[in-house]
Each structure stands twice: as structure tokens, then as C-alpha cells.
């Protein structure tokens, strides 16, 4: 059932179960309340929304859509009107790498987690503190704070930032992004910078060995002079001069 109470904002609007209007109710699923605004769209099993001022609490699991992108938390508070919005607890954010992927068109998915995002929907940025942690492909990045600009393509990295990216791996305190590029700029003393060492090269062929000489007959001294032919005398053996 859907209850009105008035507050001093205006008519405050609880929608526990709207998703009974929505999908049916004789569906068979559990109540569900959709809230959709200009810059996202949020469904959740219980939500307190004023409808003058445009704020909204839902204090259970939620899930916040807009293109290409979708945000999971335990709760959230925040502004339908103006885009703003605080989500605390298991807090997953996953873009789809579709065409307003924040790589890029058609740019590989990505995947941010956290404690608690706070949300700017009008800017499309999205501010990540409490574990942040994020993955996509082959890249991945821990710091104790995260900013990621989808409308610029950037993501902003405060505080003990360790970036891995296949085998090599880099640290710094503050380290910037450029998502459609891949650019890394590295801020902050120090900067370590570690890839795997390269594979030692294989070791040449030996050359082969000389073939070994023949060795002399049985007897013979391997020094001794060859014997005139039988019936010629020797050579005599010149006199030194006087």
C-alpha cells in the first residue's frame, strides 16, 4: 500500500510496495519500489521519497541505474532532482564498457567496489572511499580514495596507490588515469615502479671439436726424421766455417 504523510517540505511519499502497480499483483515476487529521475533510476523494496523536494532514504538494498552503468548498496540517501546521492555498505559499481563506457566507446567492462560512493549524477562522477578497489581487464588499483570522471574518461587515485597491470605493477601517492588512452601520470615521493625481469636468452651451440690427427705407426717416434731411401748415402753434415 502506498502512504502519504505531510511534512514541512512538502508531501512526503512512502513506497513500499509501487512495485505491486508496476509488475502486478498477482506476480508472485516481492514488493519492489522503482523511483526514476533525470539522472538515474533507483529500485529498491522499501524507499522514502518527498516529492517537493525530490529526496529520497532507502534504507535496504538498492540498485541505482542510468546508461551503461549500475550501482549496488546496502543503503543510500540522496536527491533525485539534483543528481546527488550517498551509498554505503558493500557498494558495487559496474560499467558495462558499452558505448558511454567511461574508456570509451565500446571500452572493456569495469568494476569499482567500496564501503560508501557518493554519487554526482549531474557531473557523472562518482567519488569512492572506505577499500576502494577497481578492475578492469588486465588493470587493477587499490588507494584509500577513488574519483571516477565517466564524463571525462579520468580516474583520480589518493593515498597508498598500487596500480597492477599484467606482470608489472607501479606505487605512488596520488596517480591519475586516462581511461580512453591508458596514460598513468604518478605523483608523490615515493614512486616505485617493478616489471617482471626478462627471460635469460638460451645459451649459443658449442663449436664443434677439430677432428683429431692421425696417429703414427707403432714404434715410430712421432719426432724422428724420415730414413733415406736404401743405397743413398746421407747427406754429410756441412763444416761450420773456419
Known sequence: MTTLARTGLGVSLWVPALALALYGANSGSAPRAHLGGPFYDIETSALQYNIGSGDFTAPSHLTVTRPGLDVAADSATGNVKSGSAVLRGNVR??????????????????????DQLDVDGRADTYHATGHPHYESGSRSADADEMLLDRKHKRLH???????????????ASVVDVDLKTG?????????????????????????PLPPASPS??????????????????????????S
Open 216 to 241: 703414427p705407426p707403432a714404434g715410430a717416434s712421432p719426432s724422428a726424421s724420415p730414413s733415406p731411401p736404401a743405397g743413398r748415402p746421407a747427406s754429410p753434415i756441412p763444416k761450420p766455417p
Open 93 to 114: 559499481v559496474h560499467d558495462s564498457g558499452a558505448t558511454s563506457s567511461a574508456q570509451g566507446k565500446n571500452g572493456p567492462p569495469e568494476a569499482l567496489t567500496c
Open 157 to 171: 587515485l589518493a593515498g597508498s596507490v598500487t596500480i597492477k597491470d599484467g606482470g608489472q605493477s607501479a606505487k
Open 183 to 207: 596514460a598513468v601520470a604518478m605523483h608523490g615521493a615515493p614512486v616505485e615502479l617493478s616489471a617482471p625481469a626478462p627471460a635469460p636468452s638460451a645459451a649459443p651451440p658449442a663449436s
